[in-house]
């Protein structure tokens, strides 16, 4: 359970500080934890001084329930400590992804357009909802759009496969459409308090560079983009860390420049700051017919060798069985009629 800033009142902090606090989004004593007490002084206009005062309180009670360790933890105690995943609902993604998507940190599905960004983003703000018992998280799901391509409906359709109440389930989802950079950058800061607030374990950005993309065309501004989308993406750790939520982002991709033979003809947008703050980047391509294939690009504890292959269909995204995969009774028979 998260300490609420509230309760730094007992350690001393004056109310003023509190509300301060709150209004930047600072809403847990794990959330200030995560940040050096110059950028906390700076987003909550404090000085330095109170800034350093309000982290080492915060931390005090942050080590009450385990968050921060002032004197370590062992290996095997890390090794010990719980992996928190849910089922996207397709049992290659799951196993790619080493199990389900993992809270904590930050997935990535890149590609083309139509490989399947969107429909992987939306069945997984429906299974995050099942219960525990059946792989979810049996919590809610933000929903944050920039391409206006969520499709309500398709969630009703997919809640029905995986047994949950269609109505239950659209109410679970919290959907933001978002129209440039600054409300992008807001939603999230606002998430801080909604998370906790209405259970939240999910949220989805879809997708995260393209109003960055937009707003900051050409080289000329690239290093200002860059460090806008980097202060983003802190604010998106900090969300995930602080409340062990799981995060989402799609992303489009880009030729590779240099065109060497062993090389992938495309790469995920963003450069490196993007790259970095992936956790476990996902390559969706198009595959033969109306299969498509997903691939780990980089992960830190994942084998990069497999690559799973899926279908969109009514129900959502499906799992292509090598069933599917065989040739059918008629194809077979026109083969050998050839
Ligand atoms: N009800 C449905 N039944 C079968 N296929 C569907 C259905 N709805 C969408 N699709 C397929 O899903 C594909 C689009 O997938 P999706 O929108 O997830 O792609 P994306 O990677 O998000 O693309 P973009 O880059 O354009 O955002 C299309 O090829 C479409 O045919
Ligand atoms: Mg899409």
Request: charged content about 25%.
């Amino acid at each position: 359970m998260p300490n609420l800033v509230d309760e730094l009142k007992t350690a001393g902090v004056a109310a003023n500080t509190i509300s301060r606090l709150k209004s930047a989004s600072y809403t847990t004593c794990e959330t200030i934890v995560l940040v050096s007490p110059k950028q906390l002084a700076e987003d909550c206009n404090l000085s330095l001084e109170v800034a350093e005062k309000v982290r080492l309180q915060a931390r005090k009670l942050a080590e009450k329930t385990g968050f921060v360790n002032k004197e370590g933890i062992t290996a095997l105690d890390l090794l010990k400590r719980k992996v928190t995943r849910f089922t996207i609902g397709c049992e290659g993604i799951d196993r790619l992804l080493g199990g389900g998507v993992r809270t904590g940190v930050i997935t990535e599905f890149a590609g083309e357009f139509r490989t399947g960004k969107t429909n992987l983003s939306s069945q997984a703000s429906v299974t995050a909802q099942l219960p525990i018992e059946k792989g979810g998280l049996g919590a809610g799901a933000v929903y944050i759009d920039t391409e206006g391509s969520f499709r309500a409906e398709r969630v009703k359709g997919i809640a029905e496969r995986f047994g949950l109440n269609p109505t239950e389930a659209l109410k679970n989802i919290l959907y933001f459409e978002v129209f440039n950079t600054r409300d992008q950058i807001d939603t999230v800061k606002r998430l801080f308090r909604i998370v906790p607030d209405q259970n939240v374990r999910l949220v989805v950005l879809d997708s995260m560079i393209q109003h960055f993309r937009a707003e900051y065309p050409g080289r000329e501004n690239l290093a200002t983009r860059q460090q806008r989308l980097n202060l983003h993406l802190q604010d998106v750790k900090r969300l995930m860390r602080g409340f062990d939520c799981a995060f989402i982002m799609t992303n489009q991709v880009q030729a590779q420049p240099d065109g060497l033979p062993f090389k992938e003809p495309t790469k995920p947008t963003g450069g490196n700051i993007l790259f970095h703050a992936s956790d476990y980047r996902v390559m969706l391509k198009k595959g033969k017919g109306d299969a498509r294939i997903a691939r780990i690009l980089d992960a830190p504890d994942l084998d990069s060798n497999i690559e799973v292959a899926f279908r969109i269909t009514e129900q959502g995204v499906e799992d292509v069985s090598a069933e599917d995969e065989k040739p059918s009774a008629e194809q077979v028979e026109s083969a050998q009629a050839v």
